[in-house]
Nanobody, 125 residues
Framework: QVQLVESGGGLVQPGGSLRLSCAAS????????IGWFRQAPGKEREGVSCISSSTGSINYADSVKGRFTISRDNAKKTVYLQMNSLKPEDTAVYYC??????????????????WGQGTQVTVSS
């Protein structure tokens, strides 16, 4: 069955870095765009970044541009989110999701079908 498993979260000081991984199984990762999302306590879930199946299209939320980098290794069936210069406002549960029904990450937030269980990222001194 389709599975997405996030890892790499943790506690980090402001200005620090983390790399999240999203390991995919049960489907051909190379055929799908993958999105990263996050949800902070008391807030709605928001899209953070998306990478298209061919890596030809990459989107970032304005709040993370210049600090986060999304990448994928289809051979390893894994999508990564490198997060640098972390801020307390980046604290959230981070999820990866498969995007189905859309290509090139267009309106990717609307086209998710499978989600991982999430990984907690806490940025605090």
């Amino acid at each position: 069955q389709v599975q997405l498993v996030e890892s790499g979260g943790g506690l980090v000081q402001p200005g620090g870095s983390l790399r999240l991984s999203c390991a995919a199984s049960g489907f051909g990762l190379n055929y799908y765009d993958i999105g990263w999302f996050r949800q902070a306590p008391g807030k709605e879930r928001e899209g953070v970044s998306c990478i298209s199946s061919s890596t030809g299209s990459i989107n970032y939320a304005d709040s993370v541009k210049g600090r986060f980098t999304i990448s994928r290794d289809n051979a390893k069936k894994t999508v990564y989110l490198q997060m640098n210069s972390l801020k307390p406002e980046d604290t959230a549960v981070y999820y990866c999701a498969r995007i189905s029904g859309s290509k090139w990450c267009i309106n990717y937030e609307r086209w998710t079908d499978f989600w991982g269980q999430g990984t907690q990222v806490t940025v605090s001194s």
